[in-house]
Structures are given as C-alpha cells and as structure tokens.
T-cell receptor
Framework: AQKITQTQPGMFVQEKEAVTLDCTYDTSDPSYGLFWYKQPSSGEMIFLIYQGSYDQQNATEGRYSLNFQKARKSANLVISASQLGDSAMYFCAMREVYSGAGSYQLTFGKGTKLSVIP | GAGVSQSPSNKVTEKGKDVELRCDPISGHTALYWYRQSLGQGLEFLIYFQGNSAPDKSGLPSDRFSAERTGGSVSTLTIQRTQQEDSAVYLC????????????????FGPGTRLTVL
C-alpha cells in the first residue's frame, strides 16, 4: 500500500484565490512528521511546512497552512491568496520516527501540479 | 547561509560509462541523503549518511551504485556502467541531526543533477 497518496495529479486555481492540495498517509508508527515541499520548474525542492503527529495545532507558515486531521490520516496543504509564482509541483512527504531502519528517510507522494491562472 | 549545492547540474553520458555526482551539504548538517527522481518512479530514497556512522544503503537499486562521504561533509554518488534506466534527476539533501531529533528534522534539498544516459 502506498504510504503517501496525493490524488490530484493537477489543479488549477485563479490568482488570489485559496486552494487545497490533498494528502493522505498510511502509517502504524505513533510518531511521525509530515512535510510539504514545492518544486518549481527549476527543479529544486523547497521546504514549505511541517506538521508533527503530536502537534496540537495545525501548522501555519505565512500563506501556507496545513489542515491536519489525524483520525482521517490526512494532511492537506492550504495555500491562501494564490500567486503566479505558486505554480509548481507540490509534494507531500512523511518521516516515520520509530520504524527502525529507514526512520530518517522521507517517503514522498507522487505530487500535484498546481497551475495558477491570472 | 549557503544551501545544499550539487554538481554538475547536468550530465550527459554514454551507456556503459561511469559517472560521479557531487553534493555539498549545508555547513553543520550531520545527515546527508541521496534521492532519485524519475518520471516513472517518483522520488526514491537511495542512501543516508549520519556523521561517521556506516551509511544506510538500503535504497540503492543495484551494486552499480555507490556513495561515499568524506570528512563528514562532501558526498559523491558514483554510478558505474550506466544504463538508460539510470536517467533521472539525482537530488541530495541534508539535515541538522538526521534520525536523532525525532520527527522534526527538516531535509533541505539541493538543485539536483539531471543525468541523461544515451
């Protein structure tokens, strides 16, 4: 089974509107971290936001917020007031803390390509 | 401060040749990771270095792949007898503590090396 599922291969959003990118995950590890990265056409992976499994509040970083629903195992990224520069691939990733070997590597979803329309 | 750097940015080689890809992590980061990004497979973990410990090579796809990290800093990923299926973007990342700090240990990525095997 896939550990990270991003069901939206592509999304369009109007400039200045908000958009939600979906991410669901699968783990039996009680302690884990969830990350979102942005990859523009230049190729570099840019860290956006982090949510820990024990964090009581949803993470926020500027225009980015994470809608974390632990019982549903979802960690959706919300981008408010979209800008043209937000057009990129977005990857959800997970790091499981107590999985023994491999507890340090990130497992990535397939990504969502976001296009912001002027 | 300076981010993760990788060289070369692009590498075109002929099938059967050996290639070396270089990664310079963020100063002070003890953990270093190599990932591969290809259209068919998405982002795959290859290898992890933590300080002076033996690396975790569990993600290396074959014995043609090897990596070393000298002096706990610069890393070189070597692919011997390259095959066309090795064509991908090779991404290097570093983090402050690796698996030692629990879930919140953000990996910061370099710009990648795009490898094309003809």
């Amino acid at each position: 089974a896939q550990k990270i599922t991003q069901t939206q291969p592509g999304m369009f959003v109007q400039e200045k509107e908000a958009v939600t990118l979906d991410c669901t995950y699968d783990t039996s590890d009680p302690s884990y971290g969830l990350f979102w990265y942005k990859q523009p056409s230049s190729g570099e992976m840019i860290f956006l936001i982090y949510q820990g499994s024990y964090d009581q509040q949803n993470a926020t970083e500027g225009r980015y917020s994470l809608n974390f629903q632990k019982a549903r195992k979802s960690a959706n990224l919300v981008i408010s007031a979209s800008q043209l520069g937000d057009s990129a691939m977005y990857f959800c990733a997970m790091r499981e803390v107590y999985s023994g070997a491999g507890s340090y590597q990130l497992t990535f979803g397939k990504g969502t390509k976001l296009s912001v329309i002027p | 401060g300076a981010g993760v750097s990788q060289s070369p940015s692009n590498k075109v080689t002929e099938k059967g040749k050996d290639v070396e890809l270089r990664c310079d992590p963020i100063s002070g980061h003890t953990a270093l990771y190599w990932y591969r990004q290809s259209l068919g497979q998405g982002l795959e973990f290859l290898i992890y270095f933590q300080g002076n410990s033996a690396p975790d090579k569990s993600g290396l796809p074959s014995d043609r792949f090897s990596a070393e990290r000298t002096g706990g800093s610069v890393s070189t990923l070597t692919i011997q007898r390259t095959q066309q299926e090795d064509s991908a973007v090779y991404l290097c990342a570093s983090s402050l503590t690796g698996g030692l700090a629990g879930g919140r240990d953000t990996q910061y990525f370099g710009p990648g090396t795009r490898l094309t095997v003809l």
